[in-house]
């Protein structure tokens, strides 16, 4: 994990809001996860989608935690209502000269005010009405006034209005004196800009998705709540034990010759076993396949390499 933030130093933002802390020693992602019950699965999902832009695939949506995506979302929205967009309204104060009412500046505080009032209702709706939709959803309860969908529907970009104050400042505000505070907020403003706009990315292609499956499963199987990190595989997968074999070898970071080494069989033999497990678990990546051993204890944790 330690090596992951150094090369990735925006993991940092994403462990907060996770609710993973700092001193992480020579733990690795699952460990660090498990110690603080985030589902490591979601976490490097969430991770990958940020970064990379990954898409993710519908057997991957079906292994997400719901629970955890809306701890995630939630943290987030606190972030940007308590903390980001008020810094960035303290510095831009220090920036522009807001003393007289018929100035371009007094008039672009006034815009980001608004702008800010704007994001603080879109996200308490979601805090009040969303959530607490789905928390209802995972113990089973369908409301028949509601759904994701309407949801989904309603759900607009939050950013545009940053993007446009942006361009404002840049393209009208000619400051006086020294002007290293106010580009030093303008860099901010793009910073959340971006922040923003995948944090509303998240929302629509990871977290959407995912409820939709959890109100399907719901609604056709009555009263199962679906808070399990690993919903949607149960231990009842019918695996061979030579599967099973295979299968704790992957998820502890051995190559496919060093399996057929290990349990000395052919290459063949062992591309063969992992397609087999795929197909009975309809999980195809290694991430998916480690959480599914760590939650039917068919591997100990201290045995994942990093």
Do not use: W
């Amino acid at each position: 994990m330690a090596e992951l933030i150094s090369d990735q130093p925006g993991l940092l933002q994403l462990m907060a809001r996770f609710g993973l802390p700092l001193g992480v020693g020579d733990k690795t992602v699952a460990q660090v996860c498990e110690e603080q019950g985030v589902d490591a699965f979601t976490f490097v999902t969430v991770a990958n989608f940020i970064k990379q832009n990954a898409r993710v695939l519908p057997e991957e949506l079906e292994q997400l935690s719901v629970n955890c995506l809306t701890d995630y979302l939630r943290r987030a929205h606190n972030y940007f209502l308590d903390f980001q967009l008020p810094a960035i309204r303290r510095k831009l104060l220090e920036a522009l000269d807001c003393s007289r009412p018929d100035d371009v500046s007094y008039h672009i505080l006034r815009y980001y005010d608004d702008y800010m009032e704007e994001v603080r209702k879109h996200m308490q709706h979601e805090n009040k009405r969303v959530f607490a939709y789905v928390a209802r959803l995972m113990q089973g309860e369908v409301s028949e006034d509601y759904s994701i969908e309407r949801y989904a529907r309603a759900h607009g970009s939050i950013d545009t209005k940053l993007q446009e104050l942006k361009n404002i400042i840049i393209r009208y505000y000619a400051p006086s004196g020294r002007t290293e505070l106010l580009h030093s907020v303008l860099f901010d403003i793009f910073t959340c800009e971006n922040d923003l706009r995948l944090h509303c990315l998240v929302e629509d292609s990871i977290f959407v998705p995912a409820v939709r499956i959890l109100e399907a499963r719901v609604r056709m199987d009555g009263a199962q709540p679906a808070a399990a990190a690993v919903s949607a595989v149960t231990p009842d997968s019918n695996l061979s034990e030579r599967e099973r074999e295979v299968l704790h070898c992957v998820v502890c970071g051995m190559s496919n010759k060093e399996i057929a080494g290990k349990l000395f069989i052919s290459l063949n033999t062992v591309l063969t076993h992992r397609k087999n497990i795929a197909r009975k678990l309809g999980i195809h990546s290694v991430a998916g396949l480690t959480i599914y051993a760590v939650a039917n204890h068919l591997v100990d944790i201290e045995q994942i390499k990093k």
